[in-house]
């Protein structure tokens, strides 16, 4: 039917207008038509067992990627440090890792994978994402109000001093006159913080959702601080393609596209249908999930370049990076931009 | 003269093939077939091992992890020696701990660290532990096997000359399980090292562990091959030392027989 009304349309007008109809009919735009099915695509997906990953997996399970004519094989992590191997190797052609330092050296390196489009920014919130929390009594009686105070204190996290953890400290810290060299830090899995914070091991505890709310669902720990003010709208993670998608403009995209309507579900917040598909995605109980603070996604996959940029000299001069990138060494954002363009034509 | 070409041959084949390997890699490494990055050039490698030796980083490092080896090895293997020895001698005690051991046994170690560090505390102890557990099951279990593969006839030996406590176990119960026990300590030391880095690899800011992790989080992979290089050489040494050790407890096994340490 399809192929008849192509014929027919081209038929008519072709000695007139043959190159603008070739265009027109097969996209369809002229008449209204819907348009081809794209060529089916397979789309190599690596995913970190993060709620913030929801975002992903909204596209899948809503058909949003189907739609754009992409198989998408999903591959579920254990951590960033399978993810880059897998990436630069080209067994994964899109991941969402964390702006962690081998990212970066990673893309420094000369392997074709390139940031295009945000997933989470650590933007200032009604509610806290990423937070540093201690004892209740230590909260409210102001012990720790002073960041001069925290030298004292012990803090645990699980990276440690490197990655966005410790930038976030570094920026807190930078208005008293310390730097997180003077900190006391304990490193240890995300599963004995608040244990180790209750039974005094610790006195401050650095978590991102869903430990803050998981942390402080006794009623004995609270929020010392919210950390986004202190880098606002830091760059927390990112969709990265690897060489397949960043050479085929067309199915990445496509992707872009696809990840973009499920970005724009994602931030109606804990609707019905998004805490259903992060409690099964993440494993979580569904009355967890509705409690928790859903990170920020912007809608239009814009990444914040200035934070990045920031965030990668200060890296830098932690000796933790190799190199500062130009941003077009390592953030590609053509694919955003024209799922925007696409989307919103629609839209309209 | 024979026995001296024999000799030299039997090292020429692995040290030229080792070297063809080295060669090899060295000149692929950053072509089209293998990854600059993730497969740096053995040159590059030696490089930073060298720097990380002369800063003294890598010293450090090696340091911290021995002593967590030590302690654990010290503490799980000693205790796994005592009950196991005990359990081979006595059916009672491998009646009554049997069952247990063998519920214990195959839990993965690493899978109670955060167990252990909400119990033990942050500090070092809580790993120790972990590798104290790692080492005791294999000593236990190789010790109790050395003394019950001990003959009937040395058991009514000692019968026959009344030996009891300290004498039977100094004269018989020893000597006659120390090829297995040291076959055990080998073991216990080889999964203690093992555990020891993981250990680190997850909650430790220092030691060998701690640097690969870090290695990681960087991309730095010559950082990478350079710790694993340590480690392999720490592997190599430990059970080089249990070599040397089972030739001197136990000089009347055959020449060849304490190869397996070495």
Redesign the interface.
């Known amino acids: 039917m399809r192929l008849k009304t192509s014929t027919r349309c081209m038929g008519i007008l072709a000695a007139l207008l043959a190159p603008v109809l070739l265009v027109s009919c097969s996209g369809g735009g002229l008449f209204g038509k819907a348009a081809p099915t794209p060529a089916p695509v397979t789309i190599r997906l690596g995913l970190l067992p993060f709620v913030s990953n929801t975002v992903v997996q909204i596209g899948i399970d809503e058909g949003f990627f189907a739609e754009q004519g992409l198989i998408v094989e999903k591959t579920i992590f254990k951590s960033l ?1 399978e993810v ?2 897998a990436l ?2 080209g067994q994964i052609d899109v991941a969402t890792p964390g702006s ?4 970066f ?2 893309m420094a ?1 000369g ?1 074709r994978v390139k940031m295009v489009m945000s997933l989470t920014q650590h933007v200032e919130a009604p509610c806290s994402y990423v937070a540093l929390l201690a004892r209740k009594e230590d909260v409210d009686s102001g012990k720790y109000a002073d960041l001069a105070s925290w030298k004292d204190a012990r803090f ?1 996290s699980v ?5 966005t953890e410790a930038y976030f400290l570094s920026e807190a810290l930078e208005s008293v006159g310390l730097t997180i060299d003077d900190l006391q ?5 995300r ?2 913080h608040a ?2 914070l209750r ?1 005094g ?2 006195d401050i505890i650095f978590e991102l959702e869903p430990w803050v709310t998981r942390a402080q669902s006794e009623g004995d720990i609270s929020v010392l601080a919210p950390l986004e003010p202190y880098a606002p709208g830091l760059q927390g993670s990112t969709i990265v393609y690897g060489a397949k998608l960043l050479d085929d403009t067309d199915a990445g995209t496509r992707f872009a596209v696809a990840y973009l309507k499920a970005a724009r579900q994602y931030a109606q917040g804990a609707t019905p249908r998004n805490v259903e598909i992060a409690a099964a995605f993440s494993g979580q109980d569904a009355e967890f999930i509705k409690k928790l603070c859903w990170s920020y996604v912007p809608t239009d996959g814009s990444l914040n370049v200035p934070s990045l940029m920031a965030y990668q000299q200060w890296m830098y001069e932690r000796g ?2 190799d190199r500062v990138m130009k941003e077009d060494e390592f953030i590609d954002v053509r694919f955003a931009k024209e799922a925007v363009r696409i989307l919103d034509g629609k839209d309209e | 003269m024979r026995t001296r070409g024999a000799g030299r041959a039997r090292w020429l084949v692995p040290t030229v093939f080792w070297v063809v390997v080295l060669v090899v890699w060295e000149f692929s490494s950053g072509g089209n077939v293998v ?4 497969f740096p050039p053995p040159s590059a490698i030696a490089s930073t091992f060298v720097r990380q030796m002369r800063n003294g980083e890598m010293l450090g490092h090696l340091k911290l992890t021995m002593t967590r080896l030590a302690l654990g090895f010290a503490i799980g293997g000693s205790t796994g020696l005592l009950l196991g020895l005990w359990m081979g001698w006595s059916r009672t005690a491998r009646e009554i701990a049997s069952p247990v051991l063998a519920a214990l046994h195959p839990l993965p170690k690493l899978s109670l ?2 167990l252990l ?2 119990v033990f ?2 500090g070092e102890q809580s790993k120790v532990v972990v590798i104290a557990l790692s080492a005791f099951f294999p000593m236990l279990i190789n010790a109790m096997a050395g003394v019950r593969q001990i003959d009937d006839l040395t058991w009514e030996v000692a019968e026959h000359y009344h030996a009891r406590g300290m004498t039977l176990l100094r004269r018989v119960i020893l000597p006659g399980s120390l090829p297995m026990v040291l076959a055990g300590a080998q073991l216990a030391l080889n999964s203690g090292l093992t555990v020891t880095v993981a250990v680190e690899l ?4 220092k030691g060998l562990g ?1 640097t690969l992790w ?1 290695a ?5 992979t010559t950082e990478l091959y350079a710790t694993l290089f340590v480690i392999a050489v720490l592997g190599v040494l430990t059970n080089a030392v249990l070599g040397l050790l089972s030739r001197v407890l136990i000089p009347w096994r055959a020449k060849g027989e304490h190869d397996e340490y070495a």
């Open positions: 440090s880059f191997p630069a190797s962690i330092p081998a990212l050296n990673l390196s392997v645990m990276i440690g001093l490197t990655g830090m304990e490193q240890g899995p599963e004995v244990e180790a039974a091991q610790v933790d990076i | 990854s600059r990055l993730f660290l955060p560090l909400v505390g942050l997850l909650s430790a800011q701690a870090l990681w989080q960087t991309l730095r």
